[in-house]
């Protein structure tokens, strides 16, 4: 009797609960070991940025579990889930990094020593 938004809802609170029950002991341990190891200790600066951080961990980790739940509610069997999200992981952790530099370069290629120097000295006369 649940509607489908309500379903996916729950499963995504039960996802980012036991993500956050894992995380959450490893980020008190690191700040417990910065707060002693930091030779200034903690400054509003450090602070601030410690919590955009981790703001941006707990979005990263959210959205990932969302793709997560997205994908199994979208497949019958688990194996089709599975191989999916895996799928989705090696494309966007191992092939997209090598792919975009190499593009990058053939689209702007970076000039040689020889001929930067050059044009440089052109452009200061």
């Known amino acids: 009797g649940l509607s489908w938004r309500t379903v996916l809802a729950g499963k995504l609170a039960g996802v980012l609960a036991v993500v956050s029950t894992v995380a959450l002991p490893g980020v008190i341990v690191a700040c417990a070991w910065l707060s002693r190891t930091a ?32 994908v199994s509610a979208r497949h019958r069997t688990s194996r089709g889930a599975l191989t999916v999200v895996v799928s989705l992981w090696f494309v966007l952790w191992v092939v997209v990094p ?26 200061v006369r």
């Not at 200034?40 to 919590?51: E, F, P, S, V, Y």
């Not at 190499?102 to 290629?109: E, G």
């Open 39 to 70: 030779g200034a200790g903690w400054t509003a600066d450090t602070l601030a940025r410690a919590i955009l951080l981790g703001v941006a961990h707990a979005a990263f980790l959210a959205l990932c579990a969302a793709a997560g739940v997205l």
């Open 98 to 123: 090598r792919l975009l530099p190499a593009i990058a370069d053939a689209a702007y290629p970076i000039p040689a020593r020889a001929a930067f120097d050059a044009e440089v000295e052109a452009r």
